[in-house]
């Protein structure tokens, strides 16, 4: 079965025209951090593209399967995005937006110190981990299907990472930390280690896993109690 079939078969259609029912297209890759989107034709298309390539990976998504969930002729595509390069563009740009707002909001509810909010980033992960539709990071999977020579790509992999990195730096430089970079290194490998390791076999406690190694770290570069 292709993913096109796989997608006509097991979205609600409309009854009148067999095409996608609107309601579908709202939250683009169905997990609890996905963009939501409007029901201006543009916002279909990308709601649509987003789902496909989450789930079943940027390369194997056509633009006919695109235009079919999203209830569009592909010239509509077209017209608003140029060619799927520039429409994967959009959908990370999208999608990455919402997932850092979802992230920084759920680690804006712990109170307490630098060390309790770097920490409790893994609890926040798992929260992601345990979604039923959980796919794994878009950055991550785009990163192994493309040629990271891709410019414009990099850029935006780039920058969706710098956001997280600059925050992770900010806390640790709160720990007294004097080596920041090296616990973003850290964080990053045990970040990006716990969403695939969490994406291939389905459970959500690598991230307990990786909070564990994280804590070990930060016990290596508090600052020492009285040090001003």
């Known amino acids: 079965m292709d993913v096109s079939q796989a997608d006509e078969w097991t979205m609600t259609q409309s009854p009148d025209t067999g095409r996608v029912a609107p309601e579908t297209l709202v939250?683009?890759?169905?997990?609890?951090?996905?963009?939501?989107?409007?029901?201006?034709?543009?916002?279909?298309?990308?709601?649509?593209?987003?789902?496909?390539?989450c789930h079943h990976g940027f390369q194997a998504t056509g633009v006919d399967?695109?235009?079919?969930?999203?209830?569009?002729?592909?010239?509509?595509?077209?017209?608003?995005?140029?060619?799927?390069?520039?429409?994967?563009?959009?959908?990370?740009?999208?999608?990455?937006?919402?997932?850092?707002?979802?992230f920084f909001a759920e680690i804006?509810?712990?109170?307490?110190?630098?060390?309790?909010?770097?920490l409790a980033l893994f609890d926040v992960l798992q929260l992601w981990f345990a979604d039923p539709?959980?796919?794994g990071c878009p950055f991550i999977n785009a990163a192994g299907e493309f040629d990271m020579h891709n410019g414009r790509l990099r850029k935006i992999i780039t920058a969706h990472k710098s956001h997280l990195n600059g925050w992770i730096a900010a806390q640790a430089e709160l720990l007294g930390?004097?080596?920041?970079?090296?616990?973003?290194?850290?964080?990053?490998?045990?970040?990006?280690?716990?969403?695939?390791?969490?994406?291939?076999?389905?459970?959500?406690?690598?991230?307990?896993?990786?909070?564990?190694?994280?804590?070990l770290h930060l016990q290596s570069c508090r600052k020492p109690v009285g040090l001003l």
């Open 177 to 215: 930390d004097k080596e920041p970079e090296r616990t973003v290194a850290y964080f990053t490998l045990l970040m990006d280690g716990a969403i695939v390791a969490a994406q291939v076999s389905g459970k959500s406690e690598y991230a307990q896993h990786a909070k564990a190694l994280a804590q």
């Open 65 to 102: 399967a695109i235009a079919r969930r999203a209830g569009t002729a592909k010239t509509s595509l077209y017209k608003h995005f140029g060619n799927k390069d520039r429409l994967i563009e959009a959908v990370l740009e999208r999608e990455g937006a919402s997932w850092r707002a979802w």
């Open 27 to 53: 939250r683009g890759a169905g997990t609890l951090c996905s963009a939501q989107y409007s029901q201006t034709t543009a916002d279909r298309v990308l709601a649509a593209a987003a789902w496909l390539f």
């Open 108 to 118: 804006a509810r712990v109170d307490g110190t630098a060390e309790a909010q770097l």
């Open 133 to 135: 539709h959980f796919f």
